[in-house]
């Protein structure tokens, strides 16, 4: 599996699958269910908060940390880093290898 994406809402999942919907669907489960093993696969935690998102992110293991707040920018924070305020298309950029 190369990508979770933890949504805090089942609305937020399904939009965030569709993003990365290109040849392949993009799995959605609900927590406690585990995410489903494909490229992108996403988990509604309904972690509202982001110090409710770190856990999460913490108990998983994961690398990275993208908390959406709103459309304009989202909070992203690799573990032992500091968290950056970004505009998305930069953050998907960077997960992805496109800007150093």
Do not use: Y
Request: hydrophobic share 50%; glycine share 8%; with cysteine.
């Amino acid at each position: 599996m190369a990508l979770i994406i933890v949504a805090d809402d089942l609305t937020g999942a399904c939009d965030a699958g569709t993003l990365f919907a290109g040849k392949a669907p993009v799995p959605v489960t609900v927590w406690p269910d585990p995410p489903v093993a494909a490229e992108v696969a996403v988990v509604d935690t309904e972690s509202r908060t982001p110090a409710a998102a770190r856990t999460w992110r913490d108990a998983v293991g994961a690398a990275n940390l993208v908390h959406c707040t709103d459309s304009s920018a989202v909070t992203w924070s690799a573990r032992g880093e500091r968290a950056r305020r970004l505009p998305p298309e930069q953050v998907a950029a960077r997960l992805a290898g496109g800007i150093a």
